[in-house]
T-cell receptor, first 114, second 114 residues
Framework: DTAVSQTPKYLVTQMGNDKSIKCEQN?????MYWYKQDSKKFLKIMFS???????INETVPNRFSPKSPDKAHLNLHINSLELGDSAVYFC?????????????FGPGTRLTVL | AQSVTQLGSHVSVSEGALVLLRCNYS??????LFWYVQYPNQGLQLLLK??????LVKGINGFEAEFKKSETSFHLTKPSAHMSDAAEYFC????????????FGAGTRLFVKA
């Protein structure tokens, strides 16, 4: 049973398109995250939700819009895709927002913008 | 502000040799510290974490790390490297007072030579 799953695993699209990445966790966790990992493997947090409420919103272009329909799902919609959006996007979850809790990561979605 | 620095973007060891991956943190109070491992084309998974219970922390796959407050370090070691240890390793810090954002280091790629 996959704990944190993401779809799709690979996404190739043209500049200017709009795309979505879906994330689901079956761990019963309260907090979910989106991270962006660039080509140099640098991992940067984008958003965090706790019980469907946005708690972290880093300096991310407003073309990126997260949506949490329930606490088990956190989707990421990206408008007007740009070349610089090419990266691997990871979804993660943790028990709650208490510091020190382990984060569980999904397998990643490799986004390539042409 | 909290930060974490991993010394060396690449480390190469021979199979059976000692593995030492370095991590230094910056924090006004002892934070929570983590080591995560990322195998190729996979998400991150927790190796071990420090939560002030003990300064020497044992993790999975024979890895351990020692918290040294005087040196603000949390280096990861394994006595004998195995080929399967080849991966990207991330040190991370999470504050224990206010704010819940986990900051990841830039990562260290471990190569294991036969």
């Amino acid at each position: 049973d996959t704990a944190v799953s993401q779809t799709p695993k690979y996404l190739v699209t043209q500049m200017g398109n709009d795309k979505s990445i879906k994330c689901e966790q079956n761990l019963g966790h309260d907090t979910m995250y989106w991270y962006k990992q660039d080509s140099k493997k640098f991992l940067k947090i984008m958003f965090s939700y706790n019980n469907k409420e946005l708690i972290i919103n880093e300096t991310v272009p407003n073309r990126f819009s997260p949506k949490s329909p329930d606490k088990a799902h956190l989707n990421l919609h990206i408008n007007s895709l740009e070349l610089g959006d090419s990266a691997v996007y990871f979804c993660a979850s943790s028990q709650d927002e208490v510091p020190g809790n382990e984060q569980f990561f999904g397998p990643g979605t490799r986004l390539t913008v042409l | 502000a909290q930060s974490v620095t991993q010394l060396g973007s690449h480390v190469s060891v021979s199979e059976g040799a000692l593995v030492l991956l370095r991590c230094n943190y910056s924090s006004s109070v002892p934070p929570y510290l983590f080591w995560y491992v990322q195998y190729p084309n996979q998400g991150l998974q927790l190796l071990l974490k420090y939560t002030s219970a003990a300064t020497l922390v044992k993790g999975i796959n024979g890895f351990e790390a020692e918290f040294k407050k005087s040196e603000t370090s949390f280096h990861l070691t394994k006595p004998s490297a195995h080929m399967s240890d080849a991966a990207e390793y991330f040190c991370a810090v999470s504050p224990n007072t206010g704010g819940f954002k986990t900051i990841f280091g830039a990562g260290t790629r471990l190569f294991v030579k036969a």
